[in-house]
Structures are given as C-alpha cells and as structure tokens.
C-alpha cells in the first residue's frame, strides 16, 4: 500500500525524472530507497534501459574499481577474460549508487571522471568507452557531512547531490503498515 506521503514524493521524483538526469535520496535503512531509485528510472527517458542497483558499502575496496568500471584480460594476474562493470551495464539506464559515500576516494575520482567526460576506460584498456547513464544516489547519512569529513570528494557531490529527496522512515509513514 502506497499512502499519501511516498504517493507524493513519487510524483516529485517523476517530475525530476522527466527532466534530469541525476537524483539523490536520503533515508533511513529500510525506509525503500531502492524503490524510490526504481521509480526514478521508470519515470525517465531511460526506463527501456537497464537498472543496475549498486551497493556501494558491500563491495571490498580491492576490488572496487574492477566491479565498477570492468578490466581487460591480462589488466593483472587473474584475468583471462574481459569483463563488464556495474557502469557499462547500465549503459542506456539507470545506475543505482546506494550507499554511494562509502566508495573509497580513488573510485569517487574515477566515477567523477565517468560522470564528467561520459566515458568509461576500463581497467587495462587504453581506449575509453562511451556511456549513456544516468545516476540515481542514495545514502543514509548526509552527503553534507561525509564531504565535510573528507569520505565523500566535493565535486562528486556537485554531479550526484542534488536534485535530493528524502524518504521518511516508515515510522512516520503509519498508513502504509
């Protein structure tokens, strides 16, 4: 059941989706962000796309950059065959970031660089790769903060930030338990 309040702020991320091509959500764990997220997507121009759902703190910072943004066989030791990351896959679509301020600071730099340039170079490639994505954020803690402790880079908060919305917890959503 959708009440009010979560019918009200899917009609503000709808708006958004319409026009732009980046979102930001805050709320508490558990409070459906990932459904606001698929919801930003759906209302877009990008909704024939793929939806990639990230999260962003349940991936081991040695292998971040790997999973983000693909390698090419023999990049390292290991690898004997190409592989995808989270951004080429969700080329045409929607890339979910939950979590996004627990990337380490070496991967927000080179999503900075994707965001930037739309193109993604793969680790071991020498020729970059072009991306349509847009990007959907999320984060339970304010991304004012993680920027101010030095966890989250300022200019990546500058391309994902803002448009924002918050979800309320479901605690203060009482018609839709």
């Known amino acids: 059941v959708v009440g009010p309040q979560l019918a009200n702020l899917y009609q503000r991320i709808g708006r958004v989706a319409a026009i732009g091509t980046t979102l930001h959500i805050t709320g508490e764990s558990g409070s459906g962000k990932e459904n606001a997220a698929r919801t930003f997507h ?4 990008a909704a024939r796309g793929p939806f990639v759902p990230v999260n962003c703190a349940a991936i081991p910072e040695g292998i ?11 990049a390292f030791s ?3 065959a190409d592989a995808e990351g989270y951004v080429q896959a969700a080329h045409g679509g929607t890339l979910f970031l939950d979590e996004v301020a627990e990337l380490p600071l070496m991967v927000q730099a ?22 349509s994505i847009q990007i959907c954020s ?7 903060t993680e920027v101010a402790s030095k966890r989250l880079r300022e200019d990546l908060y500058y391309r994902i930030g803002r448009p924002a919305e918050r979800i309320q917890a479901l605690r203060e959503r009482c018609e839709e338990i």
Not at 42 to 45: A, I, M, T
Not at 138 to 144: E, I, P, T
């Open 64 to 74: 971040a950059e790997r999973l983000l943004f693909g390698v090419r066989r023999g």
């Open 78 to 80: 290991g690898a004997t």
């Open 42 to 45: 759906s209302r877009s121009p």
């Open 110 to 131: 080179k999503l900075l660089r994707v965001l930037e340039s739309r193109e993604v170079l793969a680790r071991g490639a020498v020729k970059p790769q072009p991306v």
């Open 138 to 144: 999320a984060s339970h803690r304010s991304l004012h």
